[in-house]
């Protein structure tokens, strides 16, 4: 069983950034692949970012690609999220997501274990 906290969610003007925050217990931390999805009210929830268990390889959802940096610290068993140049269309909430084997996935249903999720929301 794995544990997932999120935190560092908030309110922000459009254009800013925020940091977030996955901490983990239980399992083996530093092997599993770790992903971030979104899921804003009447949408399905969509996949943000992954990472695999070196912090390696990485992989973006293309409407963050290259606002959104995701790394984690094996040592801390963290993983976080830098949001920069935040949009409204990024308002969700955010949860962060445990894949128990092999490397990181796009779709939710590779994902073993689940945070409660950290709300964000971006004002215009």
């Known amino acids: 069983q794995v544990q997932l906290v999120e935190s560092g969610g908030g309110l922000v003007q459009a254009g800013g950034s925020l940091r977030l925050s996955c901490a983990a217990s239980g399992g083996t931390f530093s092997s599993y692949a770790m992903g971030w999805f979104r899921q804003a009210p009447g949408k399905e929830r969509e996949f943000v970012a992954a990472i695999d268990w070196s912090g390696g390889s990485t992989d973006y959802a293309d409407a963050v690609k290259g606002r959104f940096t995701i790394s984690r610290d094996n040592a801390k068993k963290m993983v976080y999220l830098q949001m920069n140049s935040l949009k409204p269309e990024d308002t969700a909430v955010y949860y962060c997501?445990?894949?128990?084997?092999?490397?990181?996935?796009?779709?939710?249903?590779?994902?073993?274990?689940w945070g409660q999720g950290t709300q964000v929301t971006v004002s215009s």
């Open positions: 997501a445990v894949k128990l084997f092999g490397t990181s996935a796009t779709r939710a249903s590779a994902y073993k274990y």
